[in-house]
T-cell receptor, first 114, second 118 residues
Framework: AQSVAQPEDQVNVAEGNPLTVKCTYSVSGNPYLFWYVQYPNRGLQFLLKYITGDNLVKGSYGFEAEFNKSQTSFHLKKPSALVSDSALYFCAVRDPPQNNDMRFGAGTRLTVKP | DTAVSQTPKYLVTQMGNDKSIKCEQNLGHDTMYWYKQDSKKFLKIMFSYNNKELIINETVPNRFSPKSPDKAHLNLHINSLELGDSAVYFC?????????????????FGPGTRLTVT
């Protein structure tokens, strides 16, 4: 079965600095990878996804993520963090065609300080 | 316009009661889901329906019963509520092209229903 790990519960960065939120995955085939963001008292919002093609994918709000097959990683990045980026970030994976469901990581709380 | 809506937003009830949470999506999607997010923010899928048919049924107590009257609605009924059922429940939907699996589509989430069992 597919699984995803977010090794950091919490990431703290200063506003204007680059940020990275880490994600590693385990699948039997070629993964479909997703990043979602959850603001307080809100549902999850889709940020970006990797299905195939270019390893660097760009998403909403200036976020991007790099798919690294050899390291089985899909880290979320942003060149310059904003205070408003503070939220809970979830990585998710699907493992088609074996599994139809989406598995979420435990989440990483990002805090951007002014 | 709200894409995925849930009612109620908050639900406080006592142990042993039966309650329902409703979900509606106006995106025209064929697949809908229920997730449970616990106090540690861990998100776990409970059910998935595609065109009113149950696709995924994770290890969930049979006190939980999803019902899909049509493809735009997926309701969650919970019998004999227990303290451990306290959580935030999210509904989600995703599109599906006929003949294809929908794995590569992102999911659209509702705002969540915070259930508190006392």
């Amino acid at each position: 079965a597919q699984s995803v790990a977010q090794p950091e519960d919490q990431v703290n960065v200063a506003e204007g600095n680059p940020l990275t939120v880490k994600c590693t995955y385990s699948v039997s085939g070629n993964p479909y990878l997703f990043w979602y963001v959850q603001y307080p008292n809100r549902g999850l919002q889709f940020l970006l996804k990797y299905i195939t093609g270019d390893n660097l994918v760009k998403g909403s709000y200036g976020f991007e993520a790099e798919f690294n097959k050899s390291q089985t990683s899909f880290h979320l990045k942003k060149p310059s963090a904003l205070v408003s980026d503070s939220a809970l970030y979830f990585c998710a994976v699907r493992d088609p065609p074996q599994n139809n469901d989406m598995r979420f990581g435990a989440g990483t709380r990002l805090t951007v300080k002014p | 316009d709200t894409a995925v809506s849930q009612t109620p937003k908050y639900l406080v009830t006592q142990m042993g009661n039966d309650k329902s949470i409703k979900c509606e999506q106006n995106l025209g999607h064929d697949t809908m889901y229920w997730y449970k997010q616990d106090s540690k923010k861990f998100l776990k899928i409970m059910f998935s329906y595609n065109n009113k048919e149950l696709i995924i049924n994770e290890t969930v107590p049979n006190r939980f019963s999803p019902k899909s009257p049509d493809k735009a609605h997926l309701n969650l009924h919970i019998n004999s509520l227990e303290l451990g059922d306290s959580a935030v429940y999210f509904c989600a939907s995703s599109p599906q092209i006929p003949g294809w699996q929908d794995q590569y589509y992102e999911q659209y989430f509702g705002p969540g229903t915070r259930l508190t069992v006392t």
